[in-house]
């Protein structure tokens, strides 16, 4: 009966201080990310036929790749490699090679090994 007359909770008074963190209005990892970003600065849009070249090698590779590697390999904008690859290749939607493009299969010229 005591026991349920005694409260679930107790006030306890603290006597030191705990730790105190500053915040930052900008952390490391972002002013690097921004230095990186800044030293490379904007995509600018190249030549169609060398975007396409580097296309088609990137493509002799491996047969399907994502949007975001093909950005990288190219090194040219979303949009504008996205219209390239309208015309060059297709996207898919379906399960094993979901969200990834592959060439038509009109463009698909790979170098045949020599087999002497």
């Known amino acids: 009966m005591q026991n349920a007359s005694k409260p679930g909770r107790t ?3 603290v006597t030191r201080v705990g730790n105190r963190y500053k915040p930052v209005s900008d952390h490391a990892s972002n002013k690097e990310y921004e230095a990186r970003k800044k030293e490379q600065g904007k995509r600018s849009r190249a030549d169609k036929d060398y975007v396409l070249e580097k296309l088609y090698q990137a493509f002799e590779k491996h047969q399907y790749y994502q949007l975001k590697d093909l950005v990288k390999l190219t090194n040219q904008p979303v949009t504008y490699l996205k ?3 309208k015309e060059v290749a297709i996207y898919n939607l379906k399960a094993p090679h979901k969200y990834m493009w592959e060439l038509k299969h009109e463009y698909r010229h790979y170098e ?3 087999s002497t």
């Open 11 to 13: 006030v306890v008074q």
């Open 112 to 114: 045949k090994a020599d």
């Open 83 to 85: 219209e390239i690859l």
